[in-house]
C-alpha cells in the first residue's frame, strides 16, 4: 500500500509541475489590438509604444510583462491621464488586446511665474518683487496628433525673452530618429552678480540691461529601443555685458561681447513605471557637454562637464516604497567664466535642507534615500459640475515620507563669483520629513520640514517635482 501511495504522489507532482512549465511555456497569438479613446493621437503613435504588434506570437509569461511595460510607455509619454492595457482569451493559445485612453488636453495657452533664486524657499527670505519674472505660453504637446511638440513663449520682469522651440519625435520610417529645434533671446536688468555666505547676490540696473543674450540649439533625439534614448546638441550663445556688471565684478566675465559654441550629449535608459512620480523600477543617464570650439572669432575654451544619474525605485510592501537616487559629476571650467560652472544646490542637483544655498563644485557625489508611505492610496474621482473628461476625470494620492541626502564636493574655480567661500572638500548631509501630494498632469506638490547639518539650521520648503 505504502508503494502505491508513493507512486500516486510522484505522478501527482510530475502532474502539477508539468502542468505550470506548459503554462510557463505556452505560446498565444496577438491576433488584434483595438484602440479607443485617442480622439487626437493618431493610432500610429499609441502603437509605437506598445511591445508587440498584432500577429506576433509570445510565451504567455513574456506577453503579461510586455502589457505592463506598454502601459508605462503609455503613461511616460504625458499624452494621456489615464491608461488601461487589457486582453481577452479568443482561444487557448489567442489573445485580443484593448486599449482604453483618456487624453490630456494638449493646447494650453497658460502664465508661469520664475523666481531669481530659482525657487520659492529663497525667494521667500527677501520677497523682492523685482525677482519675479512672468512667462506666457502658447503650448501644444500633440501637434497635429502625431506628439509633435510647438511652444512660443514671452517673459515679462526680472527676466524680459522671447523664444520658441519646435519638436519632432519622429522623422524616419522606423520611427526612431527625432529633431528638435530651439531659440530664445533675452534681456535682464537684475541678475546674480557674485555669492556671499554660499547664496547669491544681485545686482539691478533701471536704466539698462545687465545682460543681453540669445542662443540658437539644433538637436537629434535617436530612440533605438523603447526605454532608450540619445540626445545630441549643437547650441550657438551670444551674451553682451554691460559696463555696469562688469564695474561691479571685473572676474564676471573677461570679454565685454562673448559668444560660443556648445556641444552636448545624453544617453538615458529609462525604467521607470511613471516618470513624473515614479514607485518601482530605475533610471540612468549619462551626460557630457564642451563650451568654445574655437570655431568663431575670440571664442576660447570655456568649459567641461561629465555628469551621470543612476535613480532606484522599489516598493518594499503594498503602501511601502524605497526610493535612492545618487548624482556624480567632473568639471573643468576657466576662472574667467565666473557665471558658467556646476553648484551644488542648483536644478537636478539639489539637496533637500539645502534650497537656500548654492555651493560651487568642480566635482561632486550626491545621494538622496526616501521611504515613503502611502496612506492615501490612489483614488479616481470625477468633477461633476466639469464636462470634459480631460479634465473632470482625476486621480490622486499622498505620501508620508522619511528622507536623508549626503554629499562630498571639491572646488577649485569661480574664485572671483563665490569669493568669501571655503573652497575645501566637504560632506553635507540632512535629514528631514515631508509630504507628497500627487495627481494627475503629473502634479507634485511636495510639502517638506528638513534640517542642514552644515548650517544647523531647520527649514520648511514646497516644491513642485518629485524629489528623486
Same mark, same amino acid.
Given at each position: 500500500?505504502?508503494?502505491?501511495?508513493?507512486?500516486?504522489?510522484?505522478?501527482?507532482?510530475?502532474?502539477?509541475?508539468?502542468?505550470?512549465?506548459?503554462?510557463?511555456?505556452?505560446?498565444?497569438?496577438?491576433?488584434?489590438?483595438?484602440?479607443?479613446?485617442?480622439?487626437?493621437?493618431?493610432?500610429?503613435?499609441? $502603437?509605437?509604444?506598445?511591445?508587440?504588434?498584432? @500577429?506576433?506570437?509570445?510565451?504567455?509569461?513574456?506577453?503579461?510583462?510586455?502589457?505592463?511595460?506598454?502601459?508605462?510607455?503609455?503613461?511616460?509619454?504625458?499624452?494621456?491621464?489615464?491608461? #488601461?492595457?487589457?486582453?481577452? *482569451?479568443?482561444?487557448?493559445?489567442?489573445?485580443?488586446?484593448?486599449?482604453?485612453?483618456?487624453?490630456?488636453?494638449?493646447?494650453?495657452?497658460?502664465?508661469?511665474?520664475?523666481?531669481?533664486?530659482?525657487?520659492?524657499?529663497?525667494?521667500?527670505?527677501?520677497?523682492?518683487?523685482?525677482?519675479?519674472?512672468?512667462?506666457?505660453?502658447?503650448?501644444?504637446?500633440?501637434?497635429?496628433?502625431?506628439?509633435?511638440?510647438?511652444?512660443?513663449?514671452?517673459?515679462?520682469?526680472?527676466?524680459?525673452?522671447?523664444?520658441?522651440?519646435?519638436?519632432?519625435?519622429?522623422?524616419?520610417? /522606423?520611427?526612431?530618429?527625432?529633431?528638435?529645434?530651439?531659440?530664445?533671446?533675452?534681456?535682464?536688468?537684475?541678475?546674480?552678480?557674485?555669492?556671499?555666505?554660499?547664496?547669491?547676490?544681485?545686482?539691478?540696473?533701471? /536704466?539698462?540691461? *545687465?545682460?543681453?543674450?540669445?542662443?540658437?540649439?539644433?538637436?537629434?533625439?535617436?530612440?533605438?529601443?523603447?526605454?532608450?534614448?540619445?540626445?545630441?546638441?549643437?547650441?550657438?550663445?551670444?551674451?553682451?555685458?554691460?559696463?555696469?556688471?562688469?564695474?561691479?565684478?571685473?572676474?564676471?566675465?573677461?570679454?565685454? /561681447?562673448?559668444?560660443?559654441?556648445?556641444?552636448?550629449?545624453?544617453?538615458?535608459?529609462?525604467?521607470?513605471?511613471?516618470?513624473?512620480?515614479?514607485?518601482?523600477?530605475?533610471?540612468?543617464?549619462?551626460?557630457?557637454?564642451?563650451?568654445?570650439?574655437?570655431? *568663431?572669432?575670440?571664442?576660447?575654451? $570655456?568649459?567641461?562637464? $561629465?555628469?551621470?544619474?543612476?535613480?532606484?525605485?522599489?516598493?518594499?510592501?503594498?503602501?511601502?516604497?524605497?526610493?535612492?537616487?545618487?548624482? $556624480?559629476?567632473?568639471?573643468?571650467?576657466? /576662472?574667467?567664466?565666473?557665471?558658467?560652472?556646476?553648484?551644488?544646490?542648483?536644478?537636478?542637483?539639489?539637496?533637500?535642507?539645502?534650497?537656500?544655498?548654492?555651493?560651487?563644485?568642480?566635482?561632486?557625489?550626491?545621494?538622496?534615500?526616501?521611504?515613503?508611505?502611502?496612506?492615501?492610496?490612489?483614488?479616481?474621482?470625477?468633477?461633476?459640475?466639469?464636462?470634459?473628461?480631460?479634465? #473632470?476625470?482625476?486621480?490622486?494620492?499622498?505620501?508620508?515620507?522619511?528622507?536623508?541626502?549626503?554629499?562630498?564636493?571639491?572646488?577649485?574655480?569661480?574664485? #572671483?563669483?563665490?569669493?568669501?567661500?571655503?573652497?575645501?572638500?566637504?560632506?553635507?548631509?540632512?535629514?528631514?520629513? @515631508?509630504?507628497?501630494?500627487? #495627481?494627475?498632469?503629473?502634479?507634485?506638490?511636495?510639502?517638506?520640514?528638513?534640517?542642514?547639518?552644515?548650517?544647523?539650521?531647520?527649514?520648511?520648503?514646497?516644491? *513642485?517635482?518629485?524629489?528623486?
Amino acid at each position: 500500500m505504502k508503494v502505491k501511495f508513493y507512486i500516486s504522489n510522484i505522478f501527482f507532482l510530475f502532474f502539477i509541475f508539468g502542468s505550470l512549465f506548459s503554462q510557463e511555456n505556452q505560446e498565444i497569438l496577438v491576433s488584434k489590438i483595438e484602440i479607443e479613446g485617442n480622439n487626437r493621437t493618431k493610432t500610429e503613435i499609441v $502603437l509605437r509604444e506598445i511591445e508587440f504588434v498584432a @500577429g506576433d506570437t509570445i510565451l504567455l509569461t513574456v506577453f503579461e510583462d510586455r502589457l505592463e511595460r506598454s502601459k508605462e510607455n503609455l503613461t511616460n509619454t504625458s499624452l494621456f491621464n489615464f491608461v #488601461s492595457i487589457d486582453y481577452n *482569451l479568443i482561444s487557448e493559445s489567442e489573445v485580443f488586446v484593448f486599449v482604453k485612453l483618456v487624453e490630456r488636453w494638449y493646447i494650453l495657452p497658460f502664465g508661469a511665474y520664475s523666481l531669481m533664486e530659482g525657487d520659492l524657499n529663497t525667494w521667500w527670505q527677501e520677497k523682492n518683487m523685482n525677482h519675479i519674472a512672468i512667462h506666457g505660453h502658447l503650448l501644444d504637446f500633440n501637434f497635429k496628433g502625431r506628439r509633435e511638440q510647438v511652444l512660443g513663449r514671452f517673459s515679462l520682469g526680472y527676466d524680459r525673452s522671447l523664444g520658441l522651440t519646435y519638436y519632432v519625435p519622429y522623422i524616419n520610417e /522606423n520611427k526612431t530618429l527625432g529633431l528638435m529645434l530651439d531659440g530664445r533671446f533675452s534681456w535682464q536688468k537684475v541678475l546674480a552678480s557674485h555669492t556671499q555666505d554660499y547664496k547669491y547676490q544681485y545686482l539691478k540696473n533701471d /536704466n539698462n540691461f *545687465l545682460l543681453k543674450s540669445g542662443y540658437l540649439s539644433a538637436s537629434l533625439v535617436y530612440r533605438p529601443a523603447f526605454r532608450m534614448t540619445e540626445q545630441f546638441s549643437v547650441s550657438y550663445y551670444n551674451l553682451y555685458f554691460s559696463d555696469t556688471l562688469l564695474a561691479n565684478n571685473p572676474a564676471f566675465s573677461r570679454q565685454k /561681447n562673448m559668444q560660443y559654441i556648445n556641444l552636448f550629449s545624453k544617453f538615458k535608459v529609462d525604467y521607470r513605471d511613471d516618470k513624473s512620480y515614479p514607485l518601482n523600477g530605475f533610471y540612468f543617464d549619462f551626460m557630457a557637454s564642451y563650451s568654445g570650439l574655437k570655431l *568663431l572669432k575670440d571664442e576660447v575654451f $570655456l568649459g567641461a562637464y $561629465l555628469q551621470t544619474n543612476f535613480r532606484f525605485y522599489k516598493p518594499l510592501t503594498e503602501n511601502f516604497y524605497w526610493a535612492s537616487g545618487i548624482n $556624480l559629476s567632473t568639471s573643468k571650467y576657466q /576662472n574667467y567664466v565666473s557665471y558658467l560652472g556646476q553648484e551644488i544646490g542648483s536644478s537636478g542637483n539639489e539637496i533637500r535642507g539645502f534650497e537656500l544655498y548654492r555651493i560651487p563644485a568642480t566635482h561632486f557625489a550626491v545621494l538622496k534615500n526616501n521611504l515613503k508611505w502611502n496612506f492615501l492610496p490612489k483614488v479616481n474621482f470625477k468633477l461633476p459640475f466639469i464636462k470634459y473628461e480631460k479634465i #473632470s476625470l482625476i486621480h490622486f494620492a499622498a505620501y508620508l515620507n522619511l528622507f536623508a541626502d549626503i554629499a562630498t564636493y571639491q572646488n577649485d574655480y569661480r574664485r #572671483s563669483f563665490f569669493s568669501s567661500e571655503n573652497i575645501s572638500p566637504k560632506y553635507i548631509y540632512s535629514l528631514g520629513a @515631508g509630504l507628497d501630494m500627487v #495627481s494627475y498632469y503629473d502634479i507634485v506638490f511636495r510639502m517638506e520640514a528638513s534640517k542642514n547639518f552644515l548650517f544647523n539650521q531647520w527649514g520648511f520648503f514646497v516644491h *513642485l517635482k518629485s524629489s528623486i
